[in-house]
Each structure stands twice: as C-alpha cells, then as structure tokens.
T-cell receptor, first 118, second 112 residues
C-alpha cells in the first residue's frame, strides 16, 4: 500500500515479556516518528529518526524502550520486560524532507499497534 | 510537561452549527501549528495547518485563527456535519525538525 504500515495491529502480552512493533513508512520518506497514545490522552512523542540515525530519543520513557531503523526504511520499536502501564496504542508516522533540508510539516500516520499488557 | 493545552475535552454540536476548539501554547519558538483529525481505529491525519506569519487560514469549512501575542490558536468548523465527528488534536513544533507536541485532544460529536 501507499500509506504507513504498522504491525501487529493488536498485541496482547503478559507482564515481563518483550514485544517488538514494526513500522514500514511511506517509500521515500526519510523522517520517521514513534508516538504513544494512551486512552483519553494526547499523542506522546517517543523518538524521531532521520535516515537511520535518531537525533531525538528524548521521549523514550525508560531504558526498557528502544528503537532502530535500518536501510532508511523499516523501524522496530522494542519494549523489554513490559509493564501494565505500557498498554497503549503505538503510532508510527513518516514525513518527507524537502530539498532545503527542512521537513515539510505533514506527518503521515499509520493506524497504530494496540498493545495490551496483562 | 504540557506545552500545548487544548480545550474543551469534548464537544457536542448540532448539525449545521459551528464547532470551536481552542489551544494555547507556551514555547514562543514554535512556528508551525497543525490540526489533526482522528477517526476511531485510524491514525491521525492532517486537517489544516498555519504558520505565525498569518492570523487566519481557511480551507473549505475549516478555519484556523491564530493570535501570536496571546499564544493561542483555534479551529473553527463551519456548518458542522455528522461526518466531522472525530477527535481533533492541535499541535505545535519549532524549526525545520518536525517533532510535533500535541494537545490532549477534543472529541467532537455532531448530532444529526
């Protein structure tokens, strides 16, 4: 498809297990973002990638959270030793960087991965 | 640390009415102010955006009003329709690096 693809769409796991969430951005989009949306809350920034590097990972809530991006495309968000408070929808977005070096502003979001930690 | 405050949390408007959602920001370095619309089970999608060099931007039934001195901006939806029922998020960012800071969202219900 032409949009941002995320998998799995739903994940139920037990407390203490590790989970991996995958994001496949729009082809050609060099910027990639992970956000977290908890029930009734806004979107909480987690990490931003430009290419394969992450110039801003300030939103990762703890060292149990990590993310990588390979080939300037697919990104994986890993949560180790999951806790119940990690339950949320994890949204990935990508954007196009203009030739001037500035991002063009519009983020294209995927439909998210809903994580439930029992 | 809530850098963008959004109100109201929820809003019910009759079909044909005007929906108004307000946001206030703290960081004067912000220079890009978008609104995103989210339907249940979907990711947010850009609705309309404004930069601080203008005080108003209109696209169809959707208008952003921007008050730089008050550090406030608002979304107006004219002739609201049931299909507009969704959650709306304001956001802000600074510079060319689009790390968007989002408000907490407004759930809009337009009654038929």
């Amino acid at each position: 498809g032409a949009g941002v693809s995320q998998s799995p769409s739903n994940k139920v796991t037990e407390k203490g297990k590790d989970v991996e969430l995958r994001c496949d951005p729009i082809s050609g989009h060099t910027a990639l973002y992970w956000y977290r949306q908890s029930l009734g809350q806004g979107l909480e920034f987690l990490i931003y990638f430009q290419g394969n590097s992450a110039p801003d990972k300030s939103g990762l809530p703890s060292d149990r959270f990590s993310a990588e991006r390979t080939g300037g495309s697919v990104s994986t968000l890993t949560i180790q030793r999951t806790q119940q408070e990690d339950s949320a929808v994890y949204l990935c977005a990508s954007s196009l960087r203009s030739t001037s070096g500035q991002n063009t502003g519009e983020l294209f979001f995927g439909e998210g991965s809903r994580l439930t930690v029992l | 640390q809530q850098q963008v405050k959004q109100s109201p949390q929820s809003l019910i408007v009759q079909k044909g009415g005007i929906s108004i959602i307000n946001c206030a920001y703290e960081n004067t370095a912000f220079d890009y102010f978008p609104w995103y619309q989210q339907f249940p089970g979907k990711g947010p999608a850009l609705l309309i955006a404004i930069r601080p060099d203008v005080s108003e931007k209109k696209e169809g039934r959707f208008t952003i009003s921007f008050n730089k001195s008050a550090k406030q901006f608002s979304l107006h939806i004219m002739d609201s329709q049931p299909g507009d029922s969704a959650t709306y998020f304001c956001a802000a960012s600074k510079g060319g690096f689009q790390k968007l800071v989002f408000g907490t969202g407004t759930r809009l219900l337009v009654s038929p």
